[in-house]
């Protein structure tokens, strides 16, 4: 009688499903590490009301008053939101990859965007936008003009 040596390699990892959960054996590679820090949260103010958009269009919703409901917020709330579509197409680009916040406020709050998006002509847009982040040397180029 013989006797065989079997040996089969594999990737697998443990995963959590919740806090206080079993961990599970799972086939394959573990998913990747999320990025440390969060998504700053204009950058979720601009995705929410892309999203939105979609849901009006597509007949889901029928009004920001349907929205706010559904959201739990003031019809004000989700029109805020809904005027950074007024944004350049750009300057919404920006603010979807902004960089992680890793600790404290987020360097760009809703209320820095709103005297933005009300402007009609996109280049003042963008010119507003480099103020924001260069407030200093804005003012200087202003003074040089």
Not at 2 to 17: I, N, P
Not at 29 to 41: I, K, L, N, S
Not at 49 to 62: M, N, P, W
Not at 111 to 123: H, R
């Amino acid at each position: 009688m013989t006797t065989a040596t079997l040996t089969v390699e594999c990737d697998f990892h443990f995963q959590r499903r919740g806090k206080g959960a079993r961990k599970e054996l799972e086939s394959g590679a573990a998913p990747p590490a999320v990025a440390p820090g969060r998504v700053p949260r204009v950058a979720k103010f601009i995705a929410l009301a892309i999203r939105f958009e979609r849901l009006l269009r597509q007949g889901a919703v029928t009004s920001y008053a349907e929205l706010a409901r559904l959201g739990h917020v003031t019809p004000a709330r989700v029109s805020q939101v809904m005027s950074l579509l007024q944004l350049a197409p750009d300057i919404q680009e920006q603010i979807l990859f902004l960089p992680r916040t890793q600790r404290g406020r987020d360097p760009i709050i809703l209320q820095d965007l709103l005297p933005i998006a009300v402007l009609l002509v996109w280049q003042k847009q963008r010119r507003a936008w480099r103020e924001l982040f260069d407030p200093i040397g804005a003012r200087r180029n202003r003074a040089n003009c």
